[in-house]
């Protein structure tokens, strides 16, 4: 009895001991990895900078940025560029300007609201244009009463109260309602196209996301869709769906997208894309030589084929470098 | 049933007739949702699967050489134990499934010295721990007679965290502010430099270590050595056998010094891959032979290795070319890159493991302990009962908030609230327990409230205490539950994404974090990246290829929650 006892006392021991430990051994396990430090700011020499750099933003830019985070790691392997595609206006408010950011990029120039806001956290952000995007509007490949639009009538579409039906706009045109699909509130694009071309407000009976995939995608199971995004996604489908040639005014000629037409002025909905690294942030070793790779880079070949953007030219790389 | 049309036994109604139609119809529903919930999700995965290896695009020449030598065999061979030999046919389930399954942990296991704790801190870290258990073992024996409770109990605490955290330094620099006002009271900055310094800091810090494949052997394989040693002396009872065991399995690793180069590995993968590999197997293979039962089973997988062997030979020879796979080597150790065909998962999988290593810290302890008080200290009566009654209702109704809501909880605690940076491993890792911990809490409670009262009163009776019978009748009746319910929830705590997107796990991270505290990629944000890039192969082949990786990880930990689950089982 007694034996039998203390064999299951010891069994206890044991079993706890065991507990113990292996608790102890968890906890230390976070304790023990924590300690190989992340946050070395690097130091110099070109081959052991580290570090991290955050990128946040616009979806349009992201493309860009992802690419030059790509590249520049190639380079600088130690340094850890994260891109994120948050929105322009997203990245700004809920990344930027409370200083969990490091870059955000923005498909349109910064508000007085977001200023304001970093200015609070002490976040200065530098403005600098990077590449340049032909927003592209599209509609169904079996859309056959379509071929080229003027602003005015984009208005009359996506302005605030828009019209409803295809005939409203144009009486030639079918007595169908509208299927409106186009970026996200939180976009760049969303306020560049509001300001630019509808003179102010957006429609709100249009379906709002930030994958443009989802555009194309309505685009081609609805004839009476309609749509737009940068002219990347377009590149890239060419064949799915009908880009829509655009015109200023009632008396100028339709132009076509293209990345030649964006970067000669032809085009009228050409817009600039920009990132805004901020002033703090450029203090940072690796920060800084990574905003010098990326304007150096802008003006590279293929900004143009690989990512579908119009690439800066000279006198703007020049500007921006000047900035840092 | 045979009463149904059984005239003669009238004993249900005078008519004697009874309408089978409504179980009829019944039944077949039943059936039907089954059919209708299988389909849906084998079509899925078929679909995912499809995308991932691409079989068409396979010439002709491959197909048929694969299926002449690996999967006729495997059917015929199939077939034969399933109709003549079952037992045979248990083994030869489980010993195909086994290297499989060894393989993949083997790769976790890579992964966890590759990215998460050094060889060396590995090494240290068993070290003290040893050394721990050397001291605690002594002073049991000298003083266990006369020392008092508190006493052992400070020694048991005290010798481990002495040994492995030592006693840290600490600095704090803040301004203390009002809570709600934010008026700023003083500002508090002191710190304090290492007390005393833990026997692992020591090792650590000594100037001559182990090369990192002997340091693995000496604290890797060693220990799962001796577990080897200990599981085979105790189903055989000779320390001969014991000893064979564990020298096979240290012979096993131990050439890996010699021979890696030469396979074009390194050391250190050897000595894990091989330790990982043989244990689990020659275990396996030994206790089939001591039992004596299907050995025939055995031949299943060496069947199916030659037949993959033979056709990797054909295929090299004749120049078949094979699936264009997207879930290949490269995908499984690459980081994401612009290009679908270079791009892979890796980061974001070793940033989903660490995550997940947060949330088992930090749910399964918090989690359990707020059960055990619940369905075994807490008050059931009056209006304390009332309270706790609410409490337990609203727990349940955690469970059940979207996962975007914790999200945002996550944000405004551990980014905004305590000031972490958005993004990493921690605050996912939190973030995503936090989001768990209802679904741990009530699985958990479910679990101790199936252990029958009638075993609790019996320890009462025996003059038991009440820690007495929740430590010894209570948690080792409730413990296959309590892991089952646990390790499932591990499973949607892995493939959650709403919640990382909104605490700011970027799109894309292209390092995997190198602490707790690094920026992490994640294996459902990655996906979701994937998804809604412009070109097309990102969305179909790498896409399709994440998500098998994601279901495979996910398959893994259910794997793990079953064996858990059958193992304590058969306990009872």
Redesign the interface.
Known sequence: MTDNQSGRLVDTVSRRKFLASSGAMGAVAVAGCSETDSDDTGNGGSEDLSGEVRITGSSTVFPVSDAMAERFMDEYPHVNVTTDSTGSGGGFENHFCPGDSDINGASRPVKDEELSQCDENGVTPIEMQVAGDALTMAVSPENDWVDCMSYDEMAQIWGENGAEMWSDVNSDWPDEPFDLYGPDTTSGTYDWFSENVNGGGHTDQHEGTEDDNIILEALQQNPYAMGYFGFAYYAENEDRVKAVEVKENEGDDCVAPSLDAASEGDYPMARPLFIYPSEEALEREEVRTFVEFYIENTSADWIGSDVGYVPANDDLVQENLDKI | MATADDQAQQWFGADGQVSQLRGAIFRYSCLGATLLALTLVFVFLLYVANDAFQPATASTGWLLTVAATVVLPAVVLAAYFYFRDTRAGEVAYISFGLPIASTLLAGGALIVFNE???PH?WFA?VAA?GA??VV?ELY?RKRRAVASALEQFAV??GV??LA??GIPGFGVDRTISTPLLGQELFHLSVSVPTLVPSL?GLILSLPVLPMDSVALLLSFTLPLAGVAAIRIRRVRETDRDALVAAGAVVAAAGLGLVAAPFVGVSAMTWVVVSTVLVVPIGLYVESVFRNGEGIAGLAFPVVVGTGALLAFVVVETLGFTGPDLWLDWNFLTESH??TPRDAGIYPALVGSIMIL??VA?MAF?VGLGAAIYLEEYAPNQGLAGKLVELIEINIANLAGVPSVVYGVLGLALF?RGIGL???IVIVGGLTIGLLILPIVIVSAQEAIRAVPDSLRQASYGMGATRWQTVR?VVLPRAAPGIFTGTILAFGRAIGETAPLLMI?I??????S???????T?AMPRQIFTW??L???DF?YGVLAAGVVTLLVVMLMMNGTAIVLRNKYQRQD
């Open positions: 998460i704790v050094t801190g870290l721990i721990a258990y605690i049991v048991r605490v481990p965290i492995i955290v692992r890159s612009r290593i947060v810290i302890p980014v940076r958005p993004g010894n700011g970027a799109a894309v991270v292209r390092v974090p190198n602490s707790f505290f690094g920026l990629g998804s809604r412009i070109a097309t969305r």
